[in-house]
């Protein structure tokens, strides 16, 4: 997977009822050469698989695809140990693993995990901290001594294994801000597309932080979480009426995400169902074997 790829991918299910078909999903996406498969990570629900558990699993599984957390729960993960799975899981897997982060959404379900809570700013300088200390504790080099205000290490060896990429589900401005310092790929929440006001105002945060640290912000990707249906017919509008995409025909999908990666820089898109649940087996088959690779050609022309 190269900085520049358009990667496609789906989102798994991960319900402790649902592994027989998790696996199935998994691997069918894998031979149809699909990029990515997505976990969401809910530690605090005890019928969901844990997030890197099943990565684990689904990765020693498979053979091309790479898998990653939509997106890990940073707070319940400490970072130096968030460190020594993703590089073993890299080095398990030969590369194929994303480090998806989050700062914490559900505060009051994560401190129910006995994690004290951070105020919203705190939370983000951690998120950001945590970034720059799984860097520091991958790819060699000497002994790590790190002093920051939430995570300080000492003296601790960093895997000899590249750090993976890191993608954010960044929403605040300074979430934002602090993606554009560190991050390699940005996941817009609330499954904002490339048409959203949302997209339209944040993806320039990104990049004012990202020059200003005097990085190129078209190293940064964008991977929209896409939830829609994949019909037999063309729909007569393939949004509604709040301009949100809803799907169509393989053709009307063809066109649009053609267009999102040539006109408005997208980079990837995670399926979803249009509950923005897991995705089919016929759905996933559809978008792997179809839609995927229309996309694909579409662009290297």
């Known amino acids: 997977m190269s900085a520049h790829d358009v990667v496609f991918g789906f989102g798994a299910h991960s319900g402790i009822d649902d592994v027989p078909e998790l696996l199935r999903m998994a691997q069918q996406a894998d031979r149809d050469g699909l990029d990515i498969f997505t976990l969401s990570d809910h530690p605090y629900l005890g019928g969901r698989l844990d997030a890197y558990a099943a990565l684990g699993f689904l990765l020693g599984r498979t053979e091309r695809i790479a898998g990653f957390a939509n997106v890990t729960n940073l707070p319940t993960r400490p970072a130096p140990m968030l460190a020594r799975t993703v590089t073993s899981l890299s080095a398990l897997s030969g590369g194929r693993v994303v480090l998806g982060m989050g700062a914490g959404g559900l505060w009051d379900r994560i401190t129910d995990m006995g994690v004290p809570r951070l105020s919203p700013g705190a939370a983000v300088d951690a998120f950001e901290e945590a970034i720059v200390l799984v860097k520091l504790l991958s790819g060699g080099g000497p002994p790590v001594t790190y002093e920051g205000n ?152």
């Not at 393989?250 to 040539?262: F, P, S």
Request: net charge neutral; charged share 25%; glycine share 12%.
């Open 150 to 301: 939430h995570y300080r290490v000492r003296r601790i060896e960093p895997a000899p294994v590249a750090a993976p990429p890191v993608w954010t589900g960044s929403v605040g401005p300074k979430s934002l801000a602090a993606t554009g310092r560190v991050a390699d790929g940005w996941i817009p929440g609330h499954a904002a597309d490339w048409l959203s006001e949302r997209y339209r105002t944040s993806r320039p945060v990104i990049d004012e932080a990202a020059a200003a640290a005097g990085r190129d912000p078209g190293e940064i990707r964008t991977v929209f979480n896409l939830p829609g249906r994949i019909t037999d017919r063309p729909l007569p509008a393939t949004r509604d009426r709040d301009g949100r995409w809803i799907g169509g025909s393989v053709a009307q999908w063809v066109e649009e995400l053609t267009g999102a990666v040539l006109e408005h820089g997208a980079s990837g898109f995670t399926l979803f169902d249009t509950g923005h649940g897991a995705a089919d087996l016929t759905l996933l088959a559809r978008w792997g074997q179809e839609v995927a690779p229309a996309v694909r050609e579409a662009v290297a022309k």
